[in-house]
């Protein structure tokens, strides 16, 4: 071929139709790709550049994934915590119909504690023992000590005497009388070598007081303890994928792709142990003191249900907020990865057609050349 010459007006038109040709398949490879720059040799800068900006979309949308599985473990979180509160108020109701039941049989409220002279000799000193429900009380006795000053001792007691449980007087006769200060307070008086002692007779028939009982709260009570064992049961299945916010589990969620920007959500341990209640003991709602004391317990339990709800609805704001910025984010780094190498269409329709017809002109334009040559053929004819 390199034997050939062609003349400069044939020339110079294959050139253009050449470079016409190789435009034209240009603009047809980003019309049917939609990039302007679909390798690094078109744009090494803009491919670059846009490949990153893809790349951190990607991984931003992989975040995106995993904050949408927080949210949602953060709403089971808060189901179980809706559960518990209905579980707390139903068992607050539950004490207070036990308080407000009437007992069944009358209380035995006094005894009598028999001492057998008004001062305690030597041999008679030491320590008498009163328990009121689980908790004993000490009361020391000392040599010589006169019946009025025990019984000073007595009401002095902190949760035992005339404010508490019961109250210490005498018969005049040198004999002790103890009384419960209300009818669901029992007591008893320890058998021990300190009330021996003293002459102190400890059946439950003369020196004990019962306190009266009720059916209603005894099943009132089996109802409570139920209820404590449904709030058990109820933390142990607020858990999502694993994680449960309600029996001691931290979440972590990751808010960028090199994990500088994050959320730690600290779980609680919500069961009944970890809310401040337990199961009442068998005749415990016999007591207005424990059903008050249960009561207590359970409104504080409300309460700190109540301030975790706040906290996890706070923390689940602020993953909304993360959620939705990161869409934006992921949007405004794909936009700015298209527009560094898509084509614009109506451009490339455009430049296509006029290539094309640039192509056909530089045909004719060839042809025309080519006749020009062929002119000198008619010489020889």
Known sequence: MSDISLSTGIRQNLLSLQNTSAELTTTQEQLATGKKVNTAFDNPTSFFTSQSLTNRANDLSALLDQIGQAQQTLDAANNGLTGLTSLLEQAL???QQAQQASPDTAAQTTGSVAVTTSTITTANAGNLLVSVGSTTYTVAVTAGEALTAVEAAINGTSGLGSSGAVTASDDGSGHLILTANDTSTSFTVD????????????NASTNNAQSATSSTRTTLQSNYNALLTQIDQLA????????????GNNLTVNFNETGTSSLTITGVTFNSQGLGLSTIASGGFQS???????ESDINSAITSVRAQTETFGTNSSTIQTRQTFEQNMINTLQTGASNLVLADQNQESADLLTEQTQQQLEISALSIANQANQSVLKLFG
């Open 236 to 247: 142990g299945d607020a858990s999502y994928n694993g994680v449960n916010l309600l029996n």
């Open 288 to 294: 207005d003191s424990t059903i008050s004391t249960a």
């Open 93 to 95: 109701s539950t004490a």
């Open 191 to 202: 058998a021990d070598t300190t009330s021996a002692a003293l002459g102190v007779t400890t």
